[in-house]
């Protein structure tokens, strides 16, 4: 188990915890080279001309002691090094770092003849990783490196990054950047084979852990370039809330501050720390308004320019800078200055005092600083973050990926794409494949944000996408044709953005546990289906599907429905094993070795989504709206706890009081002895801080998949009332019990084996929709109500139907996608 370096004392305390100096049992070395085993799979390779090298923390390395016992051993081949471990084996003639002299076996590793590593080789199959920006992006774009490979290894270069060093002056952030003052090669080799996992978190060893997010990060951000006033923008929080659509953030883009008043003498309006206050004429009541209503509030902030002499906080800026406010002399962005680094700071300090939580850091200006190789945005996201956990507050920073170990600084701002279905297409698979850099937390322009072209179906897709999105951001330009609140839409599209508003809302308590295991044991909520599977090619071919915390398979439609059968699809692959469909409970079996590749159809209501036979899924109930608010995120009282038959299972929830006091309550499902139709479910008394979860609370548990039978349940042994539901739509049957947080709750379903297919009625449901002939209709229906899913293969012949058997003299066919659509229902169990 992943063990996290995190403080005990504060969870998300963004203090930085600098252990940069190797083992020194654990390295080899010469005159002008150094190898690191900084762990059975990953080691570090130093070249020097001058025989100095860098023991300080690095933008990307701020640990290289994991803490562990590492074993190898070193001897001589051929007059060749050779240090071997029980993952590596690495010859070195200990000559200036070549391909000729430096290589690297990765042991271990299935179907692939290209696992041995020379210096300087291309990285062929690097699964790659991330970008810096979806800015002006229409669909696929470079990725950079990540540390996972099909080949079994990959190479990170860390030989140009700057240091960090601990600095007790700034006791507010306390760490300094500096360049190094020695030029060497410094690469860290991940030889993890095809454990991708193993990668990632050894990834995570060296370059510090996932900070954990508040929990009100997890819900749906509201987000729209845009000239809202006061007026205008808290009449549409109070829309959203009598539409029962829960938002729990605010972006407030850049005109909150002053953009075309500013005198062309002091250059444009980009940068600006002045509220405009013919939008906003009383800051401190406009966010204070926003608070009431549950939202924490970020602001947009283009630092480029500094502090000019028309902002309100120039006079105090400019006296700290030692600058006579009367010259109107500008307080110039230099983040290698620290005193204007305390300033800048300062000036958002101000702000927050008037209720801002948390910035926006939108850097769009290039890399360049006055120190070598400093990239500003990296440098902003670093100071940024760790002021913002000042004073006890919540840390979180909102900006653009910097380069490996920028996950430090989360939340990813992935920029301004364009409205079209290319940039859908393209968003599953970049979230997942950030994660083979460890960057799990991004947040994308969901519904897309400019140019491109009004498709609603599109619109809802993204929305859907944005559910199972780490973050649910929606966002578009000032257009007034582009706004995305869901009433600008037709009525299935808007009641199906609405749901997947309400649902993404619903799961805070999965996406919070999530959370916590990212920061804990170091796995991103999204992450490529090849981390399952790695040896096994199918798990290669589904770009855009995906891994959702520990208990869902994603596959998001990325493209347009057809016309006929008013369904789109995906291809799908399901590992091996039962899967059950998230919403309706249809069960999908996938007995083969490597899984099943199955064509997967849905209406505009829902995305494909799978929880395995075992899986639980614990969800909370929106607010009323009067006791409590839709968009609270406060520990939920009332949860329900989705399970799915067929197998055991178990759930850890995880909660916390936001300051560091951790609880977890332990769920979970077995089958009973006496026979498959009986599953019991148990819910643990609450352990840890049990003040930081509601002392009683209301449990929904519902067993999803299954055929209607009988329930019973106790507390702490103690028979309890309960009235069974079924609903035949979803297959499920639920229970509804209060007690106490710290009893245990016991519940068992009996004569409820899984459900049968209900395929004729949803193959009546397809057919019903379809656009096609009436007639292929009813025979179609016909064969399979007498046939069953061997009616199948009778399918073929009514994909053209002769004009003798028509009343006039045109053919009659089965649309292919309504034969698709019906092959999915017949053959799915």
Request: hydrophobic share 35%; proline share 6%.
């Amino acid at each position: 188990m992943y063990e996290s370096h995190l403080p005990d004392t504060h969870p998300m305390n963004p203090t930085m915890q600098l252990e940069p100096v190797m083992n020194p049992e654990a390295i080899v070395s010469g005159t002008n080279w150094r190898i690191g085993i900084l762990s059975d799979a990953l080691l570090r390779l130093e070249w020097s001309d001058e025989g100095v090298f860098e023991d300080a923390a690095t933008q990307m390395a701020v640990r290289r002691n994991f803490g562990q016992s590492v074993h190898y051993t070193v001897s001589e081949a051929d007059g060749l090094l050779v240090i071997e471990t029980p993952s590596l084996r690495l010859t070195y003639d200990r000559k200036p770092f070549s391909k000729e002299g430096l290589s690297i076996v990765v042991k271990g590793v299935k179907n692939t003849k290209t696992n041995t590593w020379h210096y300087g080789e291309a990285q062929s199959g690097n699964l790659r990783g991330t970008a810096r920006t979806l800015d002006w992006a229409n669909g696929e774009i470079p990725l950079g490196l990540g540390v996972v490979s099909r080949d079994g290894w990959a190479v990170l270069d860390d030989s140009a990054s700057n240091l960090i060093v601990s600095d007790d002056a700034n006791p507010t952030v306390g760490t300094r950047i500096t360049p190094r003052e020695h030029a060497e090669t410094d690469l860290y080799f991940f030889g993890h084979g095809h454990d991708y996992a193993a990668a990632v978190r050894d990834f995570y060893r060296l370059s510090g852990d996932t900070p954990l997010l508040p929990r009100w990060a997890l819900g749906n951000w509201w987000s729209r370039f845009h000239r809202y006033t006061t007026d205008e923008y808290l009449a549409l929080a109070d829309r959203f809330e009598r539409e029962r659509l829960p938002f729990t953030v605010a972006v407030i883009d850049m005109d909150w501050h002053l953009v075309d008043d500013v005198d062309p003498k002091y250059g444009s309006g980009w940068t600006g720390y002045t509220w405009n206050r013919k939008l906003i004429p009383d800051p401190e009541h406009f966010l204070n308004g926003l608070h009431q209503r549950g939202y924490r509030v970020t602001l947009n902030d283009h630092p480029r320019d500094g502090i000019r002499a028309f902002e309100d906080c120039y006079p105090k800026a400019a006296a700290q800078m030692d600058i006579d406010p009367s010259s109107e002399q500008p307080v110039e962005f230099d983040l290698t200055n620290p005193k204007f680094v305390n300033t800048y700071l300062d000036v958002h300090h101000d702000l927050e005092q008037q209720g801002v939580d948390f910035w926006w850091v939108d850097w769009q200006q290039g890399g360049v600083t006055r120190q070598k190789g400093l990239d500003p945005l990296w440098a902003l996201n670093h100071l940024h973050y760790l002021d913002s956990g000042r004073e006890g507050h919540e840390p979180l920073t909102f900006s653009r990926y910097a380069g490996p170990g920028s996950h430090r600084y989360p939340v990813g701002f992935s920029g301004d794409t364009i409205v079209t279905w290319e940039s859908l297409q393209f968003q599953p698979y970049f979230t997942a494949t950030a994660s083979n850099i460890g960057y799990g937390w991004w947040s994308h322009d969901i519904g897309g944000h400019m140019f491109g072209y009004r498709d609603e179906e599109l619109e809802a897709r993204w929305y859907q996408l944005g559910v199972f999105s780490p973050i649910n951001r929606l966002h578009s330009t000032d257009s007034p044709f582009n706004g995305k609140e869901p009433w600008n839409f037709k009525p299935e599209y808007r009641e199906s953005m609405n749901e997947s508003l309400r649902l993404r809302h619903r799961l805070l308590p999965y996406l919070h546990t999530m959370n916590h295991v990212a920061a804990q044991e170091g796995t991103p909520i999204v992450r490529p289906m090849y981390w399952l599977e790695p040896d096994n090619d199918h798990a290669y071919t589904v770009p855009n599907e995906f891994l959702f915390g520990s208990q869902l398979l994603v596959a998001p439609i990325t493209s347009p429905m057809d016309k006929a059968s008013h369904r789109a699809s995906c291809d799908v692959w399901l590992p091996r094993g039962e899967w059950f469909d998230l919403f309706d409970g249809r069960r999908y079996a996938s007995s083969a070795p490597d899984g099943r590749r199955i064509g997967v159809w849905r209406g505009i209501d829902r995305i494909p989504v799978f929880a395995k036979a075992g899986a639980i899924v614990p969800l909370q109930e929106l607010g009323d709206g009067t006791d409590s608010p839709v968009n609270g995120v406060d520990n939920p009282q009332a949860l329900t706890v989705l399970a799915f038959p067929g197998a055991a299972g178990s759930f850890t929830l995880r909660e916390d009081d936001g300051h560091g006091a951790n609880a977890t309550t332990d769920i979970t499902m077995t089958p009973v002895a006496d026979g498959d139709d009986v599953t019991e479910v148990v819910i643990a008394p609450v352990a840890g801080a049990a003040d930081a979860v509601p002392a009683t609370r209301t449990w929904t548990i519902t067993l999803r998949g299954v055929a209607q039978g009988t329930v019973s349940a106790t507390v702490d042994d103690l028979p309890a009332t309960a009235n069974a539901q079924y609903d035949e739509h979803t297959l499920s049957l639920s229970v509804t019990v209060t007690a106490s947080s710290s009893a245990q709750v016991r519940v068992q379903f009996a004569n409820a084996p899984i459900a049968a297919n209900p395929y004729v009625q949803d193959a009546f449901d397809a057919l019903m929709h379809a656009d096609m002939r009436y007639l292929t209709k009813e025979r179609t229906y016909a064969a399979i109500r007498h046939d069953g899913p061997l009616a199948l293969p009778s399918l073929d012949a009514m994909e053209h139907v002769s004009s003798d058997d028509m009343e006039d003299c045109s053919d009659s066919h089965m649309p292919s996608a309504v034969k698709s659509v019906l092959a999915e229902i017949l053959l799915r169990g």
